[in-house]
T-cell receptor
Framework: DTEVTQTPKHLVMGMTNKKSLKCEQHMGHRAMYWYKQKAKKPPELMFVYSYEKLSINESVPSRFSPECPNSSLLNLHLHALQPEDSALYLC??????????????FGPGTRLTVT | TQLLEQSPQFLSIQEGENLTVYCNSSSVFSSLQWYRQEPGEGPVLLVTVVTGGEVKKLKRLTFQFGDARKDSSLHITAAQPGDTGLYLCAGINFGNEKLTFGTGTRLTIIP
């Protein structure tokens, strides 16, 4: 089983709202990732968690707040977003935390629209 | 910044034709992965290549890693409409904790 699940599939929120994206994997992977993907572009890394600890923050604005409650779950808390934050948000996991050779498995993504 | 340039950027061909997509960099990668992504979905891992010169086959798809581990290619034989999608290469370097994605190739197979 190489499944990463994400909820919700679609999310529309206003600029003053607070919402959360959720990601779950049951493959025993010890690294989890958040990516942002704009239309017709490759995914851009936002955050990396290794063994439930934040190891990489790619200078992401503080209106995005990641959380890793346990080794299977990853959340992305959203607050006071801007319309330009509208994108497909992808979660991924890998068996081995970086650095080193590892394969990342992606979830189906959450399509976020900020109005 | 390590860049992975893919070519062509767009490709539209008839069903049954063959095609090759290229992924090139000036940097050496310890391994390279290929993904296919359909609209509104996450990328799906197709293959990982780790040894210079390595060739892997996945049904009608053939993946090759360059001898110097700076480039890779994906060849599709007898393309089918189900092959339509965005193809992304992505490389990993020792000492670099991030997966570097290529610029992407959007493939359309016309029935």
């Amino acid at each position: 089983d190489t499944e990463v699940t994400q909820t919700p599939k679609h999310l529309v929120m206003g600029m003053t709202n607070k919402k959360s994206l959720k990601c779950e994997q049951h493959m025993g992977h010890r690294a989890m990732y958040w990516y942002k993907q704009k239309a017709k572009k490759p995914p851009e890394l936002m955050f990396v968690y290794s063994y439930e600890k934040l190891s990489i923050n790619e200078s992401v604005p503080s209106r995005f707040s990641p959380e890793c409650p346990n080794s299977s779950l990853l959340n992305l808390h959203l607050h006071a977003l801007q319309p330009e934050d509208s994108a497909l948000y992808l979660c991924a996991s890998s068996q081995v935390p970086p650095p080193g050779d590892y394969e990342q498995y992606f979830g189906p993504g959450t399509r976020l629209t900020v109005t | 910044t390590q860049l992975l340039e893919q070519s062509p950027q767009f490709l539209s061909i008839q069903e049954g034709e063959n095609l090759t997509v290229y992924c090139n960099s000036s940097s050496v990668f310890s391994s390279l992965q290929w993904y296919r992504q359909e609209p509104g979905e996450g990328p799906v891992l197709l293959v990982t290549v780790v040894t210079g010169g390595e060739v892997k086959k996945l049904k009608r798809l053939t993946f090759q890693f360059g001898d110097a581990r700076k480039d890779s290619s994906l060849h599709i034989t007898a393309a089918q409409p189900g092959d339509t999608g965005l193809y992304l290469c992505a490389g990993i370097n020792f000492g670099n904790e991030k997966l570097t994605f290529g610029t992407g190739t959007r493939l359309t197979i016309i029935p």
